[in-house]
C-alpha cells in the first residue's frame, strides 16, 4: 500500500538547492518578505486534495523529516476499520486518508511518535511500531493475532 | 461560511489538510492536532497570525514555511494586534470594492502559547477584545515557555517543577496557581469563550466553528500537553490529555456573552487528581511524603473549581 501516488511534488525529500530552486541566505531576505506556498493562484486550496495541489519548493510538504525517525509505523489494511482515529490525532499530517478509508502512512512526514498506535481501537491494532530498518514485508507477515479478552 | 460536517469522524476525514507535515515541532506534540482540527472544520479562507512560541518557531522554518493560508508572523505579544489589523484592513477594503474577490468569507485567526496569551501578549489580547474585532484568538495551553526551555509561565500550575521554579530540598515547584485565563476573557464581555481539549475531537471542532460563526472577538483555551516539559512518552499525549479532562484538572466549558456558562463535557468517572500528576515526571516530587499536602491542595483546588463551575451554569451568571 505503500506505493501511493500522492505526492505532489517530484522534488519531495531533496534538498531546495537540489531541486534547482533560488534561494536566498536566511540574511538576505528583505524583512516583510513572503513565502508563497503555491506557485500561482492559491485560491480555492480548501477544497483540493494534496496530490491536485500545486505546491510551491517553499511549502514544507515538500519537505521531509524521515530522519528524525528510529521507530516506524506500520499498517495492516487487512485489520483495519477505517474509524479515521489515527486521522484526527496524528500531529504530523502524515495519514494519508481518502474518502472515508485509511491508505497508508506518509513517511515522508512521519516522525515515529507512536500515537496512532496507541489510539487504534481494533484488536489487533491496525498499525504497529517497527525498527526503522525493517522492511514492510517482514512486518506485516510476522503480526499477531487476536487477543482474547481475559476473564476474571 | 462553509463549515465543515463534524457528524462523524470519517466524514471530518475527508476534509483536506490545509496545516502541512514536515513542521518541526517534537514528535507527540498536540499544538499541530489542535492547529489542523481548526483549519479543517472550515472552508472559508484564513488569515491566521501566530505569536512567537513552539508553533511559530516550527511551523516557519526558514524556507520552508506549513501553511496554506496566509500566515503573519510579527512579534511575541502580538498576534492578537497583527490579526486585529487585517481584519480592519479587509473591512475597509471590501467596503470600498478593492478586493480581489469581494464575496469570499475571510475568517480571522490568532494563535498564542500560554506564555505569550497568559503573560507577554495580555495587554494586546486584552486591547483587541475591547475593540471588539472579529477574530478568534486560540490558546495553546502547554503550561511554560516550551520553546526556550521550560520557564514557568502564569499559566504552570501549583506544585510544577520548571527550569524557574526547581523543585528540591526546600521548595516543591511553583507555589503560586494557575491564572483563570477563560473568565478573565468572559468577563470581556467577548461572545464567546470556551476551554476545549484535543481528545474530544468533536466538541473541539464544534467549538471551533461556533468561534468562527459568531461575529465579534473570541477565545478559546485548549489544552495542549507538552511531552519534552511535562516528562512523559511522546505516545502518551493522547492519554495524559484524557487524564486531565476526566480528574476535571481540565473542565471543559464554554461562556457566551461573558455570563452563559455551559459545562461541555461531565466525565462518567471522575479520577483523583493523583492520577493524572503521576503520570507526569514533572509532578513526580510531590509523591514524597514532605509534599503530600500540595497533592491534597490540588485536588482542592479541582473539587472548588468543578463546584463553582456547576453552580454558574445553573446560575447563568
Redesign the interface.
Known sequence: MQDLKLRASENRGKSQLEAGFDLLGWDEVTQGSVLPSFEGDASGIANLKAEERNYSGYNSYTATVASWRVVKPVFNIDVCIDCQNCWVWCPDSSILSRDKQMLGIDYDHCKGCEICVEVCPTNPKSLLMFKENEDLETALSGWPEKTKKEKN | MAITSVKN?????????????????C???????IV??LMNC????LVVSANTGCLEVS???????????SWIHIGFENAATSVSAAQVMHKVRKKKGTLK?ND?PVKFVAFGGDGSTFDIGFQWLSGAFERQHDFTYICLDNENYANTGGQRSSATPIGATTSTSVAGTHSYGKKEKKKDIVAIMAAHGAPYVAQLA?NK?KLMAKGFQTALETEGPCFINTVSPCCTEWKF???????ITDLATDSLMFPLYEIHNGHELNILYRPKNIISAEEYLGAQGRYKHLFKPEYRHVIDKIQKDIDDNWAMLQRREEARI
Open positions: 469522524l470519517k466524514e471530518f476525514s475527508t476534509t483536506n489538510d490545509r496545516f502541512e507535515g514536515a513542521h518541526t515541532l514528535p507527540g506534540c498536540a499544538h499541530s492536532m489542523r482540527e472550515t472552508d472559508d479562507n511551523t516557519a522554518v526558514y524556507p520552508f514555511t506549513s501553511w496554506d493560508t474577490d469570499a484535543p475531537w512518552e511522546p505516545k502518551d499525549t493522547m492519554g
